[in-house]
């Protein structure tokens, strides 16, 4: 997957040495064996390394290959859907996500699955 010619020398380096080209997150129940099968399989297609999590067990904490993963991905690929934001499980990947993007100047893309356009709200807060 090529950079563009505008990224910075830190972010360039840190691409450079990833080892997927894409990490996903998403709440399995809303879009594993719909979007997130048909999105795989394309990655797939196109000779697109994607972070598969088929085998890792769900718990309270993030899974240290999971962390690995997300800091070793080029871009994220953050599924927003019905059930993503109740789920500590998604909350958890998605901080360290954020961390990683600060840290590191990953690159985040959001992708909203099934949900109405009414079904959220932007909202701008003073911090």
Do not use: W
């Given at each position: 997957m090529?950079?563009?010619?505008s990224?910075?020398?830190s972010?360039?380096s840190?691409?450079?040495n990833?080892v997927?080209?894409v990490?996903p997150t998403?709440?399995g129940?809303?879009?594993r ?11 797939d297609?196109k000779?697109?390394t994607?972070f598969?999590d088929?085998?890792?067990k769900r ?7 999971l962390?690995h993963?997300i ?12 059930n993503?934001a109740?789920?500590s499980w ?5 901080v360290?996500?954020m961390?990683?993007?600060k ?5 985040v893309i959001s992708?909203?699955?099934?949900l109405?356009?009414?079904?959220f709200?932007?909202?701008k807060?003073n911090?």
């Open positions: 090529a950079l563009s010619s990224s910075s020398s972010s360039t840190y691409s450079q990833c997927y080209d990490f998403f709440s129940e809303d879009v064996v719909t979007f997130l099968s048909h999105f795989l399989k394309e990655l297609r000779l697109i994607a598969k088929n085998e890792i718990s309270l904490s993030l899974d240290p290959e962390q993963a800091k070793n991905s080029r871009i994220v690929v953050v599924v927003l859907s019905r993503y109740s789920s998604c909350l958890n990947e998605l360290e996500i961390n990683c993007k840290k590191f100047g990953q690159m992708v909203f699955y099934g109405e356009f009414g079904s709200s932007c909202t807060t911090r």
